[in-house]
């Protein structure tokens, strides 16, 4: 057990030191990590993250609330459409019923999906920016407050499955509705707004039963070093370089999720098939 325990220290160390150098959550990270590596059960791999995003995010956000470098409109407008669309679909898991064949298909398929617009958004966030600034600057308030909301439902969505998407996406995201906040700020207002989310999506999966508290405490143990050292090192390291090295990593992981999904649908495709066929009154 002592080994086990070092090396979920390692690889909390590890995820904390790359969302220190790059910023992205570490959700892209580590629930994936948990389990293609470690061999948890996907439902158990999210609750447990979720919980541990939403301990290792506060302090984050403190930081910046006390930095005055949280936009609180963004925050509220993002939350005001996350967190009803997290509620809706933790019921919708708990009908799925957490154990089930399923339900561990639909987070696999979702968290690949995830990975993939965390990729994307890493890779293209400068180009959406070049290509959408002056256009979106030229919007009414209003709009602009409508359509952070539908972000906040997206967020909300895909957290509550898959435990990503309230890093690169929510801050690509905010940087395309919000062009003339200053970077600081929109990090600080993702990371604000990341707190009650994964707070609320992470306490459904409680009540689901999908919790491994000893799990969190071990990688709570690894990660925060590795954050305060990633941090340190940020400002020291190649950025474009890192983010599309993270990128290519992400996707490599959505590939691996995503073909393994597809292999075991195969044989219920085929035999579906077959027992339509069959069934056929033509069927010769």
């Known amino acids: 057990m002592s080994s086990i325990a070092s090396l979920y220290i390692a690889s909390g160390f590890g995820v904390g030191l790359l969302v220190g150098l790059t910023g992205v959550g570490g959700g892209s990270l580590m629930t994936p990590l948990l389990i293609l590596l470690f061999g948890i059960h996907p439902a158990t791999a999210v609750g447990t993250d979720l919980l541990y995003a939403a301990a290792t995010k506060t302090g984050g956000s403190l930081v910046h609330g006390l930095a005055r470098s949280i936009h609180w409109p963004a925050v509220l407008r993002l939350a005001s459409g996350s967190i009803p669309a997290s509620i809706l679909t933790l019921l919708v898991l708990w009908q799925l019923d957490l154990n089930s064949g399923a339900a561990r ?13 965390t990729a994307t958004s890493l890779i293209f966030r400068k180009a959406l920016l070049e290509q959408f600034r002056e256009r979106l600057e030229r919007l ?27 890093g690169a996406i929510g801050v690509t995201a905010l940087l395309l509705l919000y062009p003339r906040l200053p970077m600081a700020r929109i990090v600080g207002s993702d990371i604000a707004h990341a707190v009650p989310l994964t707070l609320v999506a992470g ?82």
Do not use: F
Not at 105 to 117: D, H, R
Not at 207 to 226: N, R, Y
Not at 228 to 253: D, H, K
């Open 140 to 166: 009414e308030d209003r709009t602009i407050a409508r359509a952070t909301v539908v972000v906040g439902i997206v967020l909300g969505v895909l957290v509550s499955i898959s435990s990503v998407g309230a």
């Open 105 to 117: 298909s639909l987070i696999n398929v979702v968290l690949s999906l995830a990975l993939v617009l």
């Open 203 to 284: 306490i459904g999966h409680w009540a689901m039963g999908a919790i491994d508290w000893q799990l969190m405490g071990v990688l709570l143990a690894g990660s925060l070093p590795g954050i305060i050292l990633g941090s340190y090192c940020a400002t020291r390291v190649p950025e474009t370089a890192l983010r599309l090295l993270l990128a290519a990593t992400l996707l490599l992981v959505a590939g691996k999720l995503g073909s393994e999904e597809w292999h075991k649908a195969l044989p219920e495709i085929a035999a579906s098939t077959q027992d339509t066929s069959t069934q056929d009154p033509g069927h010769r």
